[in-house]
């Protein structure tokens, strides 16, 4: 096991990451908060709970109240919110109780949001099952739900008390789950860590094979890098912004296909690669670059089919969160191993880069359906 520490000027926890955590999680629970309150809750999906609940409540001495969010995208919204939040209530859960967000991204994302607003704040720990959720979502303290206008517009900073990745919970990913949370250790090889970008480049069989050595050093890696950035920007004023690298034209093609179609990492699959054409086109990486890290997204592939218009997911582009007025805030890469944020991207500059993405997407489409 190994633990990285997240410290910002509001929290200071700990990340554990490594196998077997779920044998000792009451205990090491307690250790982080002290005691376990007299109301523990747990927010998972029931496909989650009928695989690991034996396992999970094996340290508890009384198993937890269950609170069941369905999986799916489309169940990251206010009305969700609102259910969980009466549900806890007429539990009986006051300031003092605990809730431990056990699932992947959206379950996490729901669970520190409910966390953060019911009574003012009570604390959470986030469980998290997905790799993408190891390595990404579970860090860093951002919550939030969906709005139909688009992705996490709604939501909170407020963070864990403690982080607990098991890496047994990936056994029962698919492999397309799988490539989904390694697009997001792409993007942070691209923007901070050179070392994790060479080591993704070398290692893919060994990856993509479940190697558990790899995979936990692809996990930490990931986690080290975002608590870094995190520590040095926590309300995403300015260097926190290029965690976002793909998903400016991510969260769009998750809106425009109503939650339905891709997975989160899939979808900043694609928004890496329009980001490529944009740091090629600006010049902040070479022509020898781009390909370099455009053949690096499509190791991890494949990409799933997409057909969209770029003139609508362009528009939809425009209320994403990080944009200030009228300045159009977009991350791009620059070089290897490191990343931008711009303010001056044009319209026509985005519509070049999702016609780019999506004249790949459409063979890719194609051959699909010839297959079908």
């Known amino acids: 096991m190994q633990t990285i520490r997240v410290k ?21 629970i307690s250790k982080a908060v002290g005691k376990l309150p007299k109301r523990v809750f ?16 094996a340290s508890f001495a009384e198993e937890p109240i269950v609170l069941f969010l369905p999986a799916g995208e489309r169940h990251k919204t206010l009305n969700s919110v609102q259910k969980i939040l009466r549900a806890i209530s007429a539990a009986g859960g006051d300031r003092s109780s605990l809730l431990i967000a056990f699932g992947g991204g959206i379950v996490g994302d729901v669970g520190g949001f409910v966390a953060a607003i019911y009574m003012r704040g009570i604390q959470y720990v986030g469980v998290p099952s997905t790799f993408l959720s190891q390595v990404d979502s579970s860090v860093g303290g951002k919550t939030g739900v969906n709005l139909p206008e688009g992705k996490n517009l709604v939501g909170a900073f407020h963070h864990p008390v403690a982080v607990f990745a098991d890496m047994d919970l990936l056994g029962t990913l698919s492999d397309r789950e799988l490539r989904s949370g390694l697009w997001e250790s792409v993007k942070a090889g691209m923007i901070r860590d050179r070392a994790l970008l060479r080591y993704m480049e070398s290692h893919a069989a060994e990856i993509q094979g479940r190697d558990p050595k790899a995979l936990e050093k692809v996990i930490v890696a990931s986690i080290r890098m975002k608590a870094e950035v995190v520590g040095l920007d926590e309300r995403e004023g300015g260097l926190r912004m290029i965690l976002n690298l793909g998903h400016t034209l991510g969260h769009a093609i998750e809106s425009v296909t ?14 890496l690669i329009t980001a490529l054409f944009l740091g090629k086109l600006r010049g902040t990486i070479t022509p020898t670059q781009f390909d370099r890290l455009m053949a690096l997204v499509k190791l991890y592939g494949p990409l799933p089919p997409l057909k969209l218009n770029p003139e609508r997911l362009v528009a939809a582009s425009a209320k994403d969160k990080k944009h200030l007025g009228d300045r159009r805030r977009f991350v791009l890469p620059q070089g290897l191993g490191d990343a931008v944020v711009v303010e001056d991207v044009t319209p026509d500059e985005l519509l070049q880069a999702a016609r780019y993405m999506l004249s790949l997407a459409r063979p890719i489409e194609q051959k699909a359906a010839a297959n079908a």
């Open 258 to 271: 109503g939650y339905r179609k891709l997975l989160h990492g899939e979808a900043v699959g694609w928004g």
């Open 8 to 28: 910002t000027p509001s929290a200071n926890y700990s990340v554990f990451a490594g196998a077997g955590l779920l044998a000792s999680l009451a205990p090491a």
């Open 42 to 57: 747990v927010l998972t999906s029931p496909e989650i709970w009928a695989l690991w609940r034996e396992r999970f409540c």
